[in-house]
């Protein structure tokens, strides 16, 4: 080969020069035009037959050695490379259309959404958290570098003032892990606890907890609940080590666990040193009635790992939850962390440990509060009516974010249908258990932290209006 | 149990009444003056007796009956529960001391720090950063739902425009997924993957990607490199099935895969429908050399998982990083995912797509790259004089942040005793096999992004300075 001539886009380019002498020369050697070992005109001679400078050739002949196109014989030249002609791609089949199932927003598939993983959207504080952002963003660059992976320092040391102080969690900051969400902590746990180990979960229990740790090969019981939470007899005859609990308000039930059945579950964790409860605290501030109900990792934080997020008490597209470690964990856990990089933004993590230490997180959890506790007054109230003369009943309203309404099964199914029909977003008890069944096909489940009174109302003249007692 | 004499703080209280009342009560059941089934005093008299409203009385009763301190009888009162004092806390050893290991920021072990997982801080965008993330923020009540679990289809719009353009990645958003960082997305491809197929890592490798993947109970195969890169013989030989490379930039090596065993190893992964490989492309857009060197996946997207990070295109410490799967993966990853979160704030997602579209990341790649250039011919230039007399040989230097640094036994244990002794972080190639041993323990890494130019004077003086060739 004395030369290429090449068609060059010399003005207005779009394509470097380099860039276009790399991709002919690539192209020439792909179609087999280019033979292996036929020599490449020197650098040179090709710049001066197509009239550019010699650097410009030299960066393309450089790419095509670097990337093995070419290879250089000194004092020679560049030929094309042998080993490249014997490899070639496999014939393929044309490639599968993606499944056009993706929307742009998973929200526009509902027209009313009684969402349990949902909250009041219109009462976030945009701007505190925005200037606070800002101040985080201009503290310097050191928030750039890699950080540690359980966290940042200043944020664990926030959150175990604020634990102390709302949750009676007895903690040192040493003890926090911080990490991109409940389901990515349960991860980190699976691999901390020994893998022989079964772990326990309630039954009706959270299914992404079900999955995430099916997902991990982890070993699951499935404890079944009396009116106090996990029933200690199933737990103890289950023959798990691990307890999954929700113990403040028992999801998707809202049992509050009573005092006596917590000391229970205490002391079973205490008959063998590698036992533990996980305690996840999802609910922790919104307890409605009053005084968040204290944390069991209070009672005994040597046997109780905590959990918790801010995707309730901020929002759930800010993903940052934590857990608290007993002290024993901490050496294999930091060994293992090693390994891992933490997978909050250290900016995000900033700015919460600064919303959280001027006190703004409590002031917006108080304020969330009233305005959820009116709103389940006035949802309660509007649902009155239909409660009475459909015979339903109110369960769960204590301490969480959702009524449960049990009622005559086939009131359940016609409720259920209208739901459908109508695009309203609700769930039957039955879907949290972990085989569904007929078991809570009759109790309906509607979170109301995310509508707005006029939907509420609507939704529920949809689902309830013109409806009659007894056998339809 | 007539009535309590509460000493109330009643002026200037930090505590509310209500709770006050509350803590008083469960103290008395806890210690045992209050029996089980003694009757407590009526709200009405206990109010009359403490002269405060019914109103606080009523919630501190109904927050010990929501934990279950107290039982109530109807029309007769409230009474303690016998179920609490049948369980009462073990006795415990007083708490391990946590390790007094922490330290605020790790960054200050090491006065000059050669480390490979930084980046050149002073040159980040802040303003544009804090613009464009403002700009999100107000954008909208939206951001703050639930997102797509695979990540915000805006910003997957985005990144795959921009892989299209600049890594010749063949795919279309819905073949991404986003998560917080390369070791996040690992464990999702571990559970994605089959768990009985083995996976091939290169020995010398990254660690973490080891770390992460046997903490996950996967069955590894380390293979050796030659100057290529991941021997393909060896590959074969193994019996592993999913092949995990850095073919860009070599990690540590700074090997380039050419295109002939590029091709090769696409051949070995169409053996078999089961086959992938994973091609990390943690340092795409820096090969100092020129144009990125196109990705492997644009050669075969059926059968190549492209992951990549902004933890050196932006900053380590914001932890986004995505992985392009093959069409056939798409529906098995989908089911998946709907168990999970995404990892990544929706407000970061948001801010990091319109960096983006706005061609910031672009210009900030290309002035980084430009920075990065001119920092590596100084240090090179700075070591000359080091490397002719100590007869070191430098490898690595092409498309990588870091170099390698290759002299005789005798010379790197001296320098990296200096490394030690002078609080310089670097890395003895050694450490990245598998099995760390003798060999690789002669080539030192040092990784130059971080460091200015100033301390790479004085850090290369410290190691190198004084010293002779030959047997020391």
């Known amino acids: 080969m004395n030369n290429f001539t090449i068609n060059l886009e010399r003005e207005d380019r779009k394509i470097p020069l380099y860039e276009q002498i790399y991709l002919f020369i690539c192209n020439e050697i792909k179609s087999g035009r280019l033979k292996a070992d036929e020599k490449l005109p020197s650098k040179r001679s090709l710049a001066a037959h197509l009239m550019i400078s010699l650097n410009t050739v030299e960066t393309a002949y450089s790419m095509l050695l670097q990337e093995g196109y070419i290879y ?123 893998h022989e180990l079964t772990f326990a979960v309630e039954d009706p229990g959270y299914g992404k907890t079900r999955a995430v740790l099916l997902g991990g090969r982890r070993k699951l019981s499935y404890i079944p609940l ?65 005084k968040p109900i204290p944390s069991l990792q209070g009672m005994d934080s040597d046997k109780v790992i905590y959990m918790s997020t801010f995707s309730r008490s901020l929002a759930p597209s800010i993903r940052i939850a934590y857990m608290v470690l007993p002290k024993v964990l901490l050496k294999d856990t930091r060994d293992m962390l090693s390994s891992y990089s933490s997978t909050v933004s250290r900016f995000e993590q900033n700015t919460l440990a600064r919303f959280i230490d001027g006190g703004y997180l409590n002031r917006h959890i108080n304020r969330m509060k009233t305005l959820y506790r009116r709103r389940k007054e006035f949802f309660l109230e509007y649902l009155k009516p239909y409660l009475e003369a459909l015979d339903i009943t109110v369960s769960g309203d204590t301490a969480g974010l959702h009524l449960l309404l049990t009622m005559p099964k086939a009131l359940a199914e016609e409720v259920y249908r209208r739901a459908e029909a109508n695009k309203i977003k609700l769930y039957r008890l039955s879907e949290f258990y972990a085989e569904e069944s007929d078991r809570g096909r009759n109790t309906l489940l509607l979170g109301f932290a995310g509508t707005e009174k006029e939907d509420l109302k609507n939704a529920v003249d949809l689902l309830f209006g013109n409806l009659q007692s007894g056998p339809i």
Chains 1, 2 share one sequence.
């Not at 014989?73 to 490249?84: C, D, L």
């Not at 490899?87 to 499944?99: G, R, V």
């Not at 059945?261 to 964790?269: G, H, K, Q, T, Y």
Request: contains cysteine; aromatic residues 12%.
């Open 226 to 290: 009396d009116h106090e939470g996990m029933s200690p007899s199933c737990l103890s005859a289950s023959g798990a080590d691990i307890a999954y609990i929700t113990p403040s308000c028992q999801f998707p039930t809202g049992i509050i666990m009573p005092v006596a059945r917590r000391l229970e579950l205490i002391s079973w964790a205490n008959e063998y040193e590698y036992r533990y409860i996980i305690e996840d605290d999802y609910n922790s501030e919104f307890n409605l009635m009053g």
């Open 72 to 194: 250089s014989a000194p004092r020679s030249g560049y030929y094309v490379s042998r080993a490249f002609v014997e490899f070639s791609l496999p014939e393929k089949e044309p490639p599968i259309e993606p499944p056009a199932s993706e929307t742009r927003t998973s929200e526009t598939r509902f027209k009313y959404g009684f969402l349990t993983n949902t909250v009041d959207t219109s009462s976030f504080p945009f701007k505190t958290w925005a200037k606070l952002g800002k101040e985080v963003l201009y503290s310097g660059q050191s928030l750039l570098s890699i950080g540690d992976p359980s966290g940042d320092v200043t944020l664990r040391e926030s959150l175990c003032k604020y634990l102390r102080e709302f949750r009676a969690v007895d903690c040192s900051p040493s003890q926090i892990v911080i990490g991109a969400g409940i389901e990515y902590l349960l991860m980190l746990l699976n691999r901390i606890i020994p």
